[in-house]
């Protein structure tokens, strides 16, 4: 088969496009036939050679995709050759065919193309996971969305919606927060030209977000703790602004606020099955309802894995950024 390969840690040209084994499913695993697969940061992060796959993952890049099972491993029921699916991953996506244990699968919704499924699976089991399994999002409360206008945002923002929370957003240009505001965001603030804890203060009648969910890390700490209200929840996932900041613990003390920071990928597969098993509960039936959507920006041909990376890096796109198998 084919795959994405990173010869050496670099920039987006170092992302090679060659003939590599085909995988072979394992016990409790399938094979499928990829149809798309989706950019992630931990992507761009693997390539220049900061994120390396967990142990006994596969080395190509790619954590989800969509596409047809090719082929059932020992011991595997409940699916079909055929049928088709997408899937949660540790790697390997960026290749025309690729193995998943059967707890990280998942069927294509109804309503969705094969090729959008590829959109969902990484999305949806972090902000499910983090806004509702581990801050316990309610109804009627406030939720701000570092990057509204990123894969997770978009879909932060419809999920939170959809359980009846109000959302609070940020992003970097008019354009991307209209898009926000069309997927039902309440509050739009310019990270750029204004001072998210004050516009949220002024939003909330000073009292703040009950759940945050964000992506920058080290740089918006202490803010982020500010804009907590009293037993609001701070869920870290993204480490764009830095790895070290300042945590003022009274202020912490002071909201009986907690902060948590979590990663999907490394992740034992057991709570990963739990995760994929709740989100198919809980997701699927609202993407299905049409009350939420994959957002994608635009789709690659896979071997052009190079100009999608570049394409995220520049920071333009709102939603997902796709490639896809021909």
């Known amino acids: 088969m084919k795959a994405i390969t990173i010869p050496q840690p670099g920039g987006p040209d170092v992302l090679t496009w060659t003939t590599v084994p085909d995988p072979e499913p394992g016990p409790g695993e399938v094979l499928v036939d990829v149809a798309a697969s989706a950019v992630n940061r931990a992507d761009l992060l693997q390539r220049q050679g900061h994120y ?24 595997v029921s409940g699916w079909e050759v055929g049928s088709p699916v997408c899937a949660l991953l540790a790697g390997g996506g960026y290749a025309e065919r690729v193995v998943v244990p059967t707890g990280q ?17 990484e999305v949806t089991a972090t902000v499910w996971s983090n806004l509702f399994m581990i801050s316990h999002l309610r109804p009627g409360e406030t939720v701000l969305i570092h990057g ?16 009846g929370a109000k959302v609070a957003v940020t992003a970097g240009s008019p354009q991307k927060l209209a898009r926000c505001a069309e997927l039902g965001a309440d509050v739009l603030i310019d990270y750029r030209q204004q001072d998210f804890v004050e ?11 009950d759940v945050i969910l964000d992506i920058v890390g080290a740089k918006y700490l202490d803010r982020n703790v500010r804009a907590l209200a009293v037993n609001g929840r701070l869920s870290v996932i993204g ?88």
């Open 148 to 163: 509204g206008a990123s894969g997770i945002g978009t879909m932060a923002i419809q999920l939170a919606k959809a359980v």
């Open 239 to 326: 480490l764009q602004g830095g790895v070290k900041g300042e945590l003022n613990l009274a202020t912490l003390l002071g909201k009986r606020a907690a902060v948590t920071a979590t990663s999907l990928r490394g992740r034992p597969l057991a709570e990963k099955t739990a995760i994929v098993a709740a989100v198919r509960e809980h997701v699927w039936p609202l993407v299905e309802a049409g009350r939420v959507r994959p957002v994608i920006d635009r789709a690659f041909p896979l071997h052009d894995a190079a100009l999608a990376h570049g394409a995220l890096e520049a920071g333009t796109p709102v939603g997902k950024v796709l490639l896809t198998v021909e």
């Open 199 to 209: 516009e949220l203060r002024k939003a909330t009648d000073g009292d703040g977000a």
């Open 52 to 75: 390396d796959p967990p142990p006994g993952a596969s080395q190509y890049p790619g954590l989800e995709c969509s596409g047809r099972v090719a082929a059932l491993g020992p011991g």
């Open 105 to 121: 699968l998942l069927p294509v919704p109804e309503g969705v193309s094969l090729r959008d499924a590829a959109a969902l699976p």
